[in-house]
């Protein structure tokens, strides 16, 4: 049932330690049919040489698993929760990358520094507030994860297409995409951006973001009704 849905989660998931985004078997990627409202997402522990793309568990938006012998990653309700929420993306990310993993840790937005950050961001790379001791030990504590994401976006508001990605504070990132692919993608760019950002700030600490003009041109020179970066669709 649904092969390629699994091929793409599979891709997905084996292009993380490929990029750098992973150690040991900390990370997830999901890729949704909404036709049939149905996720694919990685197994839970299964170390990514040894995974296959029947290994993909597939479940539904009611949290049910609909096919698969393995339990699906833990990450599953945060997945669950941003796939119901943002109705435009088909695909999830969740990496522990060490540089955006170390500004989620200290609870920092990571900074919009240059144009490299602004071919893929509006601003800079947000951050949740912490999750209370109720939302960690409550017994929902993966869908409460998505619901602070939520709330951060709300709170903005800020448009998860211009914003495709979040700091879970004390935790690591998340990111989107209209694909999998593509969220996988910009995984690859918040690690690189976290790195520089990081860099950027031992050479100068007190750095300012980016010019507003600088932003605007780079981030909708790529994205939006104006676009022309590439080729024609």
Known sequence: MLTELKREAYEANLALPKHGLINLTFGNASAIDRAKGIFAIKPSGVDYTALKPDDMVLVDLDGKIVEGTLRPSSDTPTHRRLFLAFPSIGGVVHTHSSHATSF????????????????????????????????????????????????????????????????????????????????????????????????SLQLQPDLPTIETELLNKHFKRKHGPGAYYGQPK
């Open 104 to 199: 989620a840790q200290a609870g920092r937005e990571i900074p919009i520094f240059g144009t490299t950050h602004a071919d893929y961001f509006f601003g800079n790379i947000p951050v949740t507030r912490k999750m209370t001791a109720a939302e960690i030990g409550g017994g929902a504590y993966e869908w409460e994860t998505g619901n602070v994401i939520l709330e951060r976006f709300a709170a903005g508001p800020l448009d998860p297409a211009d914003f495709p990605a979040v700091l879970v504070n004390r935790h690591a990132p998340f990111t989107w995409g209209p694909t999998v692919a593509k969220a996988v993608e910009v995984a690859v760019a918040v690690e690189c951006i976290a790195h520089m950002a990081l860099m």
